[in-house]
């Protein structure tokens, strides 16, 4: 990946990569680290996410990445693109990344909106520690 600020696109195609390779952790943390390089880029960091991702090949990073970016922008204080909302964005089953289950109390607790309304629980401080 580039060493300049990657947008959403890229970090979606560098998580299909990592998904091919059958390197679930790295698509994981590529995915939850762009909320911290979506804040260090400050200004406006929206053209970061102006493109739609391409499908990862994974519905739930296909929904990972829409809800990173809802995250980002509502920090942010600006509109989310509109891609976020797309049905494939969601998942019908529940997904908690962390794969332990005496997580998953903490993780609907404490999951952002963005995350819990797609179907994806992640444990308090998932997205300080990418």
């Known amino acids: 990946m580039q060493s300049a600020r990657p947008n959403i696109t890229q970090v979606g ?3 299909a ?3 091919s390779s059958r390197d679930e952790p790295s698509a994981l943390r590529l995915a939850l680290r762009f909320v ?3 804040e260090r880029e400050g200004g406006d960091c929206s053209r970061l996410l102006d493109d739609r991702p391409d499908p990862t090949g994974d519905v739930r ?3 990972l990445l829409a809800a990173v970016a809802e995250y980002s922008c509502a920090r942010a204080e600006l509109p989310p693109p509109a891609w976020v909302d797309e049905e494939e964005r969601f998942l019908s089953v529940w997904w908690f990344p962390s794969g332990l289950t005496s997580l998953h109390a903490d993780a609907i607790a404490h999951s952002p909106i963005s995350f819990a309304r797609r179907g994806i629980f992640i444990a ?3 997205l300080s520690c990418a």
Do not use: N
């Open 13 to 15: 195609a560098e998580i």
């Open 61 to 63: 990073f296909d929904a």
């Open 36 to 38: 911290e390089q979506f």
């Open 17 to 19: 990569r990592c998904l």
């Open 124 to 126: 308090s401080g998932a």
